[in-house]
């Protein structure tokens, strides 16, 4: 049920396309980032544990 949106529904269709893959790579970044963090000061802390 797409409304009748004329002769822009082409604009506006690839207008959400883009948000939605652009919010989907943020996501992605996001938790990807998040990893990387949480490895990172799990070295660390670590190395803290070790090193008094």
Known sequence: MIPDLG???DTVLTSYAAS???LAALIVFSVLRGRKV???MEKVEQRMTRNG
Do not use: S
Request: charged residues 35%; hydrophobic residues 45%.
């Open 20 to 22: 939605i893959l652009l």
């Open 38 to 40: 949480r490895a990172e």
């Open 7 to 9: 002769k822009y529904t």
